[in-house]
């Protein structure tokens, strides 16, 4: 999915409200439209990520890879 995002922060926010997103790309603009750059939204498997992945350099992207956490609710433990 790609769209104009004022902001790197407001890209990543984007990839984080969906659970399908699991990593984004930020490039702001050299002529910035209202000073927004662009957000690309990305799927993909994060197990093709690794030490030996390689990623595509290119000027004045950001790539950023959302790691998600699960919370899981504590369970009380009740004594007689």
């Given at each position: 999915?790609?769209?104009?995002?004022p902001t790197l922060i407001s890209c990543?926010?984007?990839?984080l409200q969906n659970d399908w997103c699991s990593s984004a790309n930020f490039l702001m603009s050299s002529k910035p439209v209202n000073g927004k750059g662009t957000?690309?939204?990305?799927?993909h498997e994060r197990?093709?990520?690794d030490a030996n992945s390689k990623l595509h350099d290119q000027q004045g992207v950001i790539f950023t890879m959302i790691q998600r956490v699960i919370q899981l609710k504590p369970k009380f433990l009740?004594?007689?």
């Open positions: 999915e790609r769209f104009k995002s990543s926010q984007s990839c957000c690309e939204l990305n799927k197990s093709h990520f009740v004594f007689p």
